[in-house]
């Protein structure tokens, strides 16, 4: 199973580790807009690191499941 994580912040991080934790067959593509975050999570759970959101699109039809945790402000930016 392929899972988009959009924003890595303190919320969506546990919650995927903990995932992962429990299934190492999951595929995980982690994105935030500041990246570092991002890239640490996708190291911790073996994922693929997003650069641009827009990148979404080429792989969008992939994708199983998107776990979305990013703060109410970031909404419009995401849409």
Do not use: R
Not at 12 to 39: E, G, R
Not at 47 to 58: I, P, Q, R, S, Y
């Amino acid at each position: 199973m392929k899972i988009a994580v959009l924003g890595c912040g303190n919320m969506a991080t546990p919650i995927i580790q903990t995932i992962f934790s429990n299934d190492k067959s999951l595929n995980f593509f982690t994105y935030t807009p500041s990246q570092t975050k991002a890239i640490d999570l996708a190291h911790h759970v073996q994922g693929t690191h997003v650069k641009e959101l827009a990148d979404f699109a080429n792989i969008k039809d992939e994708i199983d499941f998107w776990f979305i945790a990013c703060k109410p402000q970031q909404f419009n930016d995401l849409a």
